[in-house]
């Protein structure tokens, strides 16, 4: 329903400030109104992960210049959240490492990477040296986590060893993979940009248009300009059509 044309800007806004707190809080049980809910109303409230990804597939039109700074504090807490912290003595064990949730960790940085891409104070201000210093730590160690988790991916795909149901789950893992590097290499810049755009790993790739090459006419047959040609011709004209059959005519009607 929504388009660049017709914004989910307010949708956005209403997602980050009053659901998404209200229904983890309820899916957690930290809310004292979740022991008030029953349990089949409670399960019918989605996980994270797919609200997460709703919010993903609603940012992608919505217009970050009119999102609330509420909204962008909030997906960015949600993301310190799901990112590991660096451990302090070997920053090379990944034991850690979300893997389960990088779908997840996809929705939520693609989130955060456009809806703040219309407040440059959000990372530049002096009272957030503090929060992007965090941030950027967490975020290079799970760089460096993804980029062996995918090696091991790498390995086996195209292997005859490997289902089928697998190679397909390794294909979609990869893509996922490649989806964050892009948007950790954007965010990690200093100032961060925005630059990345990409296609999140839930939604079908856009097939390529095929074209077909342009069908050229053949070249036309060009009379001779000039030059006797064959007997009895002149500039491709016949003699017998010539005014006087050819020969000169002078004055008086006699021919010579």
């Known amino acids: 329903y929504f388009s660049k044309n ?11 400030e009053k659901v ?28 994270k992960h797919s609200l997460f990804r709703l919010l993903a597939e609603l940012s992608s039109n ?16 949600n ?34 990477h456009l809806l703040s891409s219309a407040h440059p104070s959000f990372f530049t201000a002096p009272e957030s040296a503090e929060r992007m210093a965090d941030f950027r730590k967490r975020l290079q160690f799970f760089a460096l986590g993804l980029q062996s988790y995918k090696k091991k991916l ?20 990869l893509r996922i993979c490649d989806n964050i590097k892009c948007l950790t290499r954007d965010l990690l810049r200093i100032p961060p940009q ?6 999140l790993s839930w939604k079908p790739l856009p097939t390529p248009v095929e074209t077909t090459p342009a069908v050229t006419a053949a070249p036309k047959r060009q009379a001779p300009i ?26 008086g009607g006699f021919r010579y």
């Open 20 to 47: 998404l707190p209200a229904a983890l809080k309820l899916k957690l049980g930290e809310s004292p109104a979740a022991k008030k809910v029953p349990q089949a109303k409670l399960s019918e409230i989605p996980d």
């Open 154 to 173: 790498s390995g086996p795909v195209g292997t005859e060893t490997v289902k089928e149901s697998q190679l397909e789950e390794q294909k979609v893992a």
């Open 194 to 199: 925005h630059v990345s755009q990409l296609v």
């Open 6 to 16: 017709v914004r989910s800007t307010k949708f956005v806004n209403c997602l980050c």
């Open 79 to 112: 993301l310190l959240n799901i990112l590991p912290s660096p451990p302090s003595t070997d920053t090379s064990d990944f034991e850690a490492l979300p893997i389960k949730e990088l779908t997840g960790i996809e929705a939520v940085l693609f989130s955060f």
């Open 226 to 251: 000039s030059g006797v040609q064959q007997t009895g011709m002149s500039n491709g004209v016949p003699a017998k059509n010539q005014r006087g059959g050819g020969r000169f005519r002078g004055r």
């Open 62 to 77: 919505a217009n970050s210049n009119d999102v609330a700074l509420v909204s962008v504090l909030y997906v960015f807490q």
